[in-house]
């Protein structure tokens, strides 16, 4: 039906390597036999309609939620059950919520440093200059000694994105970043994103942004009811769909 | 003065200098006993609350076990009547032949272990108004479980805490009262011990209520002044 279970199976250079995973929620089967590998660099754009599964995964990834079944590696790393191992696994995969979770009793600047600080064991002032550069390059410098609950949601997500980047991740997920955001304030995080992306960084983006996964991607999943249904490029995806259920999906796209 | 007009051949005046007398008369014994309270309670509180505190990560803890432990420590003690655990601490610790400790010392750890299980319910409760993104995204950077909770957690739990967390406090300080059914001095045996001087047991008692009163509130503007300080910005 799609693609090669596993994707691009080349070994060992993947940055994030998912291998059969199912998961249940009681009787429901969230994530149905879920394979993909992702390399260095790769920007990897997950679609699908609500309910597919696509947050899941993307949380099963530094095991925000756990798996029923099958097995997850990052950069080589399989996924360590609790602990101060999964922890510090953690700690490679940077991750950007839907609802941005900045910690709301602490400042900007303090949100961006505290994981530097507390898992890197990075002094104040190396952890103050990294916070300040990473937050004048997502445009929020001048907002550093405020609280979260200051700023617009677009602020609050680049600072979400400056916090996952401090700790130097090896993947970035992002999980539905601009769906809980005002129209107006969806392009200035974008544009972060897709900096990013020009840089090199390994990204799993869980969107509805279709124009982002046209510009950004280098493939794109779908997935619908649980399943990788198709994986291909942005291009033969949006022009050429093979299943129906990426026609099915496509088509609503464009007539609302 | 203190008492009404109008009770006929007592003038005033006289029965007023009785009930501050009866104060200032025995003061020694007020300020001894209130004294034995004041400590009875700061130490049972700052160990309630760091044993509360403990019981309380345990229960939200993701180690099955932990959770489970903590879970039959407060199910246990905190459906155990106080005053059943003051007579175990008081009558059945010294015949367990362990070290001999004093009967402040005894009534401490009972006040302790008792109390705790409310802090941690508290906390529980609190921690529990707390966002579910804010523990992810504490996990989703590496911190441990013992660094989202301390660096957080709690934090953010404690605004929501303070009212609930007074109560207990305060509960607390009247709860330091049942020990003088155990060989201690405090504030609730002033009493039995001024009816022997031979002072009016009604007066004595308000007194003490009085002195009570004026403790609660001092706690209670402790609690305002906490309030204030963990607004939520």
């Not at chain 1, 590998?37 to 754009?45: L, P, Q, R």
């Not at chain 1, 124009?211 to 022009?239: C, H, L, N, W, Y």
């Not at chain 2, 432990?69 to 003690?77: A, E, I, K, M, S």
């Not at chain 2, 049942?178 to 002033?190: C, R, Y």
Request: hydrophobic share 50%; proline share 5%; net charge positive.
């Amino acid at each position: 039906m799609s693609t090669a279970p596993g994707g691009r199976a080349d070994g060992s250079a993947n940055v994030v390597s998912v291998k059969g995973v199912n998961k249940h929620y009681g009787p429901l089967h969230v994530l149905k036999d879920i394979n993909l590998a992702v390399g260095k660099g790769e920007v990897v754009v997950v679609l699908g309609p609500s309910g597919s599964g696509k947050s899941t995964m993307c949380r099963t990834i530094n095991r925000l939620e756990t798996i029923d079944e099958g097995e997850i590696r990052v950069d080589g790393e399989l996924l360590p059950q609790e602990g101060k191992a999964l922890a510090k696994l953690r700690a490679e995969v940077g991750m950007v919520f839907q609802s941005f979770n900045l910690f709301a009793n602490k400042t900007i600047l303090q949100n961006v440093t505290l994981g530097p600080q507390k898992v890197r064991g990075m002094g104040k002032q190396e952890a103050e200059s990294v916070a300040l550069d990473l937050l004048a390059k997502v445009g929020v410098a001048n907002q550093k000694d405020k609280l979260p609950s200051q700023l617009s949601g677009g602020q609050q997500q680049r600072v979400a994105i400056a916090r996952a980047l401090a700790m130097r991740p090896k993947v970035m997920l992002f999980d539905e970043p601009t769906s809980a955001l005002d129209p107006e304030m969806i392009n200035e995080v974008l544009d972060t994103m897709i900096s990013l992306a020009k840089e090199g960084m390994t990204m799993i983006v869980v969107t509805h942004e279709m124009g982002f996964a046209r510009k950004a991607a280098d493939r794109i999943i779908f997935m619908a009811d649980g399943q990788i249904v198709e994986e291909s490029t942005p291009e033969e995806f949006f022009t050429n769909p093979r299943t129906e259920r990426a026609k099915d999906f496509l088509s609503k796209l464009i007539t609302h | 003065m203190w008492v009404g007009a109008g009770d006929g051949a007592h003038p005033p005046v006289r029965k007023g200098s009785l009930v501050v007398n009866t104060l200032l008369d025995n003061l020694d014994i007020f300020v001894k006993h209130f004294g034995t309270t004041l400590v009875l309670f700061a130490w049972s509180a700052v160990f309630s609350l760091i044993l509360g505190t403990i019981v309380a990560a345990m229960r939200v803890s993701p180690v099955p076990i932990m959770r489970a432990v903590g879970t039959v420590y407060v199910n246990t003690v905190r459906n155990t009547p106080l005053t059943l655990v003051m007579m175990f601490f008081a009558l059945g610790y010294p015949q367990l032949g362990l070290p001999k400790l004093d009967y402040t010392v005894l009534a401490i750890i009972a006040l302790t272990l008792y109390t705790a299980t409310y802090v941690a319910e508290t906390l529980r409760s609190g921690i529990n108004t707390v966002p579910l993104g804010q523990a992810e995204a504490a996990r989703a950077i590496g911190l441990t479980f013992g660094q989202s909770l301390g660096q957080i957690i709690l934090p953010q739990a404690m605004r929501a805490v303070v009212p609930p967390m007074f109560n207990v406090l305060i509960a607390l300080l009247k709860n330091t009262t049942i020990a003088a059914g155990f060989s201690v001095l405090e504030a609730g045996a002033i009493r039995a011990f001024l009816s022997e001087r031979g002072e009016p047991a009604l007066v004595v008692l308000l007194w003490v209520a009085a002195i009570f009163v004026v403790l609660v509130l001092l706690l209670s503007l402790l609690q305002r002044y906490f309030e204030k300080k963990w607004r939520v910005a």
